[in-house]
């Protein structure tokens, strides 16, 4: 039987950021081997794609599928929306390299991120090990893995609030440089999460440094994305010219009402940092809502110690009287210096299942349907769900959102929760909303600029020099959708709804998504970073 597979007649799309042009496109063992007018190929499998656009498949630059990828074969949140690769390990919290200690410490602290799937086993303790893991089981998407720093700083350091003494400095720098060598495609920060968020700046350079050794990249969540982002940002250039280390901003977004309209300045200091020869990408959704823990409004002080440690401390009435205050009236750094409006703070997942009548509310609404103070409901849910809480958080803005996409170093990024009774839509639709909102409906971007952006400047950012484009010789990554109608269809309602449009996905040249029906493969592997 052949394993030829031709795709026929379609609007070849190919990450170039030319215009499209009609054509074949002949895909053999898993790689494209001719593309462009009609090709004879007499013992292919034909897939008729006149009226279709065939791209390279989607590079979702920040994703929580650490677990996922592992547990959920069909992963229809991602295959469905035409993402091919994903990058996890963001946020500076994720599940290797770690110690017996640390992985139970991570499991409870993220678990509203990620779930705590059934048969994942948890048995890896490496970065080597977890991708060996990922191959073993098989994937839907591939994977790319960022090392994370909060993780490598728990191992290391702990959770308490100090600065690293120069022998734990060389120790964390050691940890990021075997999980570089292990395949790592840069390293990851959460800056308003503990214990990332106790991490100073010479530390972070300090570890930027092997990134860049490697001809890795940084991928921070930094400090602040509402009352400090700006210099939060700065601070994350300055890192990078300091560590030599190429710099991509992860959800690069200006959030709270602080920061309406002021997407230009975040640009402006961009293209100065690019200009000063500072290698800068970004990424973002295409949501006005972030979503998030609803733990991670805490004030780090709250947050130290660990799990355990915060839980008692929320139930010391003096120690929340001091965090309401921080959390209501000051704002914490945990928030990003924004006093909480609890307006804007809506569950979207809990641990327990006896607490989801709260999804859906907003911690306001809850506390005027049980005539309560929001602090206190902040409270009793924190403490009731073990920190598993998940939420969205309304705080964005339209133009900054479209102000960022059009800039020629943005990618695409779903930040994505899998878990929980409603995560946000993003999850499920953020790359057919760029395609369906973004480009047909609005024209923020044409239809050939924003593959580039989701498609061939990703798959250039890690390095991956065989994928992103359409071209002969790449691997047969690829999405065949509708133009005409393609779009997301998840809801705050329905966040689970797949996309519309969509009909073929291949990954390394074997449909996961064929005729609009996931099918039962898995051809994803673990991508590793080329050794430089």
């Given at each position: 039987m052949s394993d030829e597979l031709l795709l026929r007649g379609g609007l070849v799309v190919d990450g170039s950021g030319r215009e499209p042009v009609r054509g074949d496109v002949l895909v053999r063992s898993g790689r494209i081997a001719r593309v462009g007018g009609r090709v004879d190929a007499p013992g292919a499998r034909v897939v008729d794609a006149d009226g279709l656009a065939v791209a390279p498949g989607f590079v979702d630059m920040h994703a929580h599928s650490d677990l996922a990828v592992l547990a959920d074969g069909d992963h229809l949140a991602k295959v469905t929306q035409g993402v091919t690769t994903e990058v996890v390990g963001q946020d500076g919290l994720s599940y290797a390299p770690v110690t017996d200690t640390t992985m139970a410490t991570v499991r409870e602290q993220i678990a509203g991120w990620n779930g705590e799937p059934a048969g994942v086993g948890f048995a890896w303790r490496t970065v080597a090990e977890y991708l060996a893991e990922v191959d073993r089981r098989g994937s839907a998407t591939n994977v790319a893995y960022l090392v994370p720093q909060g993780t490598v700083r728990m191992n290391v350091v702990g959770t308490e609030d100090r600065r690293a003494t120069p022998a734990e400095i060389a120790e964390m720098r050691a940890q990021v440089d075997q999980g570089m060598r292990d395949g790592a495609f840069g390293m990851s920060s959460g800056l308003t999460y503990v214990p990332g968020i106790f991490a100073d700046t010479d530390e972070l350079v300090a570890l930027a440094e092997v990134v860049a050794r490697h001809g890795g990249f940084y991928?921070?969540?930094?400090?602040?994305?509402?009352?400090?982002?700006?210099?939060?940002?700065?601070?994350?250039?300055?890192?990078?010219?300091?560590?030599?280390?190429?710099?991509?901003?992860?959800?690069?977004?200006?959030?709270?009402?602080?920061?309406?309209?002021?997407?230009?300045?975040?640009?402006?200091?961009?293209?100065q940092a690019i200009a000063s020869g500072v290698d800068v990408t970004l990424d973002s959704y295409p949501y006005l809502p972030g979503s998030t823990t609803l733990s991670a409004l805490l004030p780090s002080r709250a947050a130290a110690g660990g799990p355990e440690r915060t839980l008692a401390r929320l139930r010391d009435p003096a120690e929340r009287a001091r965090i309401a205050h921080e959390v209501e009236v000051v704002g914490s750094d945990g928030c990003h210096g924004v006093p909480v409006d609890w307006d804007t703070i809506e569950i979207a997942g809990v641990r327990d299942d006896a607490l989801g009548d709260r999804v859906g509310r907003t911690v306001a609404r809850i506390a005027r349907d049980e005539g309560r103070a929001p602090a206190e409901v902040f409270f009793e849910l924190l403490l009731a769900d073990r920190l598993g809480t998940s939420i969205l958080q309304h705080v964005g803005d339209e133009q900054n959102v479209r102000e960022i996409m059009r800039h020629r170093r943005h990618t695409g990024g779903s930040d994505g929760i899998l878990v929980g009774a409603k995560p946000h839509p993003r999850a499920a639709g953020t790359f057919p909303r760029y395609l369906g909102r973004y480009v047909r409906e609005e024209g923020v971007l044409s239809l050939a600029e924003m593959v580039v952006h989701l498609a061939a400047r990703p798959a250039a950012r890690l390095g991956l020099r065989d994928r992103g484009r359409v071209a002969e010789g790449f691997v047969a990554d690829l999405v065949v959708f509708d133009p005409d109608r393609v779009a997301d269809r998840a809801t705050p309602d329905q966040p689970r709804r797949t996309a519309a449009g969509i009909p073929w996905v291949l990954v390394g040249g074997t449909p996961v998504v064929e005729d609009g029906v996931r099918t039962s493969d898995r051809p994803g592997r673990a991508l590793r970073r080329a050794r430089s």
């Open positions: 991928a921070p969540h930094q400090r602040s994305y509402g009352a400090g982002a700006l210099a939060a940002y700065a601070e994350m250039v300055d890192v990078a010219r300091r560590a030599g280390c190429a710099l991509h901003l992860t959800h690069a977004t200006m959030n709270f009402p602080e920061n309406r309209g002021r997407a230009g300045e975040l640009l402006a200091l961009v293209d």
